[in-house]
């Protein structure tokens, strides 16, 4: 497996700057955040570390150039819209960059591109599948014309009040997960798997692994911790962050050792990458580069972590 983080969570560093801290720190992987420019909709997201719109082919050669020499690989584009949304404008939208996301990943021989499925928050489960059926054939049909894998992530979307009812992502089970395999058999289509997303909704995160072992594309270290009597006070229908908050990897409920051993068993051998949502870790850029260096040095104790990046000359 390949170490590394997803480059939302340095949101005011420079593409360079965040490449250049993985190589220091001996990270091999990134997964760049590739979201239009402008406003951020929500937190960790709106970060652009690669603008895609204006991505062509001399700046791909010089971003893959200035990974080469500092020995650090990007392991998939990251844009995580919800192009299933109500809104016809919102929906074309996200659509629109998508596809751009899908050639950028393309053009930088990356080939991967990790994503929701997205979903209409009014609609039930069964419609959504539907609708979901419509919207993504078109679009999984252009990434496999571009060699491009789509990795979803099994996140709900589902944490505040205004994405109450039914959160803005359908992929979140193992029974949603195959019956989108069975609408789309496509080899391109697969998961980006997330160990966090189960531990507040009560659910198995080690058996999926085994069964979705080759539908695995990218993998995320992230952690949960629930507070069981905040809990008990508002029940499991609550906004899930009022009774639980992500935390670095080992600051959670993830039994790390199970899930990396999993990952092992099962041979994968694609990225995993840190992502950090840990408002511990928030206060200032110190922070932020000590959420990356602690969890990967707790997750060393689990897998070879290589020693340290490859010295190289500054710019």
């Keep these: 497996m390949k170490q590394g983080f997803i480059t939302s969570v340095m949101a005011d560093y420079s593409f360079e700057q965040v490449v250049d801290f993985a190589s220091e720190n001996g990270f091999e992987c990134l997964e760049v955040a590739c979201w239009p ?56 939208k996200s659509i629109d960059h998508l596809m751009q ?24 489960v069964s419609d959504n599948l539907a609708l979901a059926e419509k919207i993504w054939k078109p ?25 109450w ?6 992929a979140i089970s193992p029974a949603i997960w195959r019956e989108l395999f ?45 507070n069981k009597d905040a809990r008990n006070e508002v029940g499991i229908l609550a906004t899930p962050l009022s009774y ?21 068993e099962i041979g994968y051998k694609g990225a995993a990458c840190i992502e950090i949502e840990d408002k511990s870790f928030e206060n200032d850029k110190e922070s932020i580069e000590n959420s990356l260096k602690i969890s990967r040095q707790y997750l060393k104790q689990f897998i070879n972590f290589p020693e340290k990046g490859k010295k190289y000359e500054k710019d």
């Design 139 to 163: 679009i999984l049909n252009y990434a496999e014309n571009r060699g491009v894998k789509i990795a979803i992530e099994n996140c709900p979307m589902l944490f505040t009040e205004d994405e």
């Design 182 to 226: 069975k609408r789309f058999p496509s080899d391109m289509l697969g998961l980006n798997f997330d160990p966090s997303h189960f531990i507040w909704q009560e659910m198995d995160y080690i058996k999926p692994l085994y069964e979705f072992k080759d539908k695995i594309f990218h993998v995320h270290y992230k952690d949960i911790k629930v």
């Design 244 to 264: 639980m908050l992500p935390c670095i990897p080992g600051h959670g409920d993830v039994d790390w050792a199970e899930y990396i051993r999993a990952l092992l």
């Design 37 to 92: 420019k402008g406003k951020a909709e929500r937190k960790y997201a709106g970060v652009t570390h690669i603008d895609v719109s204006t991505l062509d082919s001399f700046k791909a050669e010089e971003i893959l150039r200035y990974c080469k020499d500092r020995n650090v690989t990007i392991s998939a584009l990251a844009y995580y819209p919800n192009v299933l949304d109500e809104d016809d404008e919102c929906r074309k």
């Design 165 to 170: 009812p039914g959160g803005k992502n359908l």
């Design 101 to 124: 996301v899908i050639d950028a990943s393309s053009e930088l021989k990356v080939n991967m591109v990790t994503t929701f499925i997205g979903r209409n928050q009014n609609l039930n």
